[in-house]
């Protein structure tokens, strides 16, 4: 009989590897794997509220169930879902193209695991991105060669914006502490 103070020991090693793993930024030739919700929205999506006293950003769930932000790639507004299950920041191939980011030769990256199998996808690396009121520079992309709908906000850019939290039919991003 294995003793719980071992099985709550492993949960928590596993735990910080895991977290350790989602804050580092993909390398450019690397190959992730992050599941992608092919998703095509035909509802307005709401623009998301940040609070004026913190530094939160508050989302209201939009009418498929899902949570949605607008943010910009070079300048370019981009409609992003938020998506915790992939590791990474992924523009679909119409956002990367609008943003004018294009993928050469060298940054092919082979394939991505996506929740409908692999996909044959490039790294690009946008020189700016905005979303809730923060600003970075040289953040790395992954950009699916197609069938993606929506861009995904992934763990390398929501790691740097703070806690998510879920409160009935809002989301909340990031905290007063930061």
Not at 2 to 18: P, Q, Y
Not at 49 to 70: N, Q
Not at 122 to 135: C, P
């Amino acid at each position: 009989m294995v003793d719980e103070r071992f099985l709550w020991l492993a949960a928590m090693i596993a735990t910080g590897t895991a977290l350790v793993a989602a804050s580092a930024q993909p390398p450019v030739r690397a190959t992730p794997v992050a599941p992608i919700a092919s998703v095509a929205i035909a509802a307005p999506v709401p623009d998301a509220r940040p609070s004026h006293e913190s530094k939160r950003i508050v989302l209201d769930r939009a009418p498929d169930g899902l949570f949605y932000i607008h943010g910009q790639v070079n300048g370019t507004r981009v409609r992003f879902l938020i998506d915790t299950g992939a590791t990474a920041l992924i523009l679909s191939a119409e956002d990367a193209a609008r943003a004018k980011l294009r993928a050469d030769g060298d940054s092919i990256a082979g394939a991505l695991q996506t929740a409908s199998g692999p996909a044959t996808m490039s790294w690009v690396s946008a020189d700016t991105l905005e979303v809730g009121g923060r600003a970075f520079e040289a953040m790395p992309a992954a950009v699916p060669s197609g069938g993606l709908k929506v861009s995904l906000l992934g763990q390398s850019v929501l790691s740097k914006l703070g806690p998510i939290t879920l409160d009935g039919d809002q989301m909340v991003i990031g905290s007063d502490r930061l």
